[in-house]
């Protein structure tokens, strides 16, 4: 089926740092979503990306939809302890409302 | 003001028991989700209701049957649970909008440990 690739697995970053995380994939994706996970809750979405190119904050928060349409990035700039969680890509192709989920970016902040 | 419920939000039970879980949205969504959360973590969708009538089915076993009442309610229902099927159950809810795409909204999760 479908995958979507995700990394770093895990970051372990000083409060005040830059974080980075990608997804990319062999197939072409029509959406891409970004969701955080904190502990004993569901994902919550934190940006949505529909077109090809598209760029996105949210906050403190940034993504982009890649030009290929086969990868999505998420910036998180000056992070804080309560960033801490799991974060998820998620894409979704045309026809249909399947999403595909990354295997998630865990995210620690050493304050 | 609750967007996705899920009740209830632990379960314990006993291998061979039945048990369901319920999921509501007072969004107006009419697309609703079942999917499982694994102990790693990966999300894998199960099923999939748009207006009552089942989208998407993803290889689940038959033990696993999804009812869905109305546009704002979609149950799960597991006959004779197994150890594996511990995890963490997720409803989700979403909306086609006409010039963008679908963005789906969880609930808090339903965690399983079958016994």
């Known amino acids: 089926g479908q995958q979507l690739n995700q990394s770093p697995q895990s970051m372990f970053i000083q409060e005040g740092e830059d974080v980075s995380m990608n997804c990319t994939s062999s197939?072409?994706?029509?959406?891409w979503l970004w969701y955080k996970q904190e502990p004993g809750e569901g994902p919550v979405l934190l940006i949505a990306l529909y077109k090809a190119g598209e760029l996105t904050s949210n906050g403190r928060l940034t993504a982009q939809f890649g030009i290929t349409r086969k990868d999505s990035f998420l910036n998180i700039s000056a992070s804080i302890p309560s960033d801490v969680g799991i974060y998820f890509c998620a894409g979704q192709q045309g026809g249909g409302n399947k999403l595909v989920f990354g295997a998630g970016t865990i995210l620690r902040v050493k304050s | 003001d609750t967007a996705v419920s899920q009740t209830p939000k632990y379960l314990v039970t006993q291998m061979g028991n039945d048990k369901s879980i319920k999921c509501e949205q007072n969004l107006g969504h009419d697309t609703m989700y079942w999917y499982k959360q694994d102990s790693k973590k990966f999300l894998k969708i199960m099923f999939s209701?748009?207006?009552?009538?089942?989208?998407i089915n993803e290889t689940v076993p038959n033990r696993f049957s999804p009812k869905s009442p109305d546009k704002a309610h979609l149950n799960l229902h597991i006959n004779s649970l197994e150890l594996g099927d511990s995890a963490v159950y997720f409803c989700?809810?979403?909306?086609?909008?006409?010039?963008?795409?679908?963005?789906?909204?969880f609930g808090p999760g339903t965690r399983l440990l079958v016994l």
């Open positions: 989700a809810s979403s909306t086609r909008e006409k010039v963008l795409g679908e963005t789906q909204y």
């Open positions: 209701y748009n207006n009552k009538e089942l989208i």
């Open positions: 197939s072409i994706f029509n959406t």
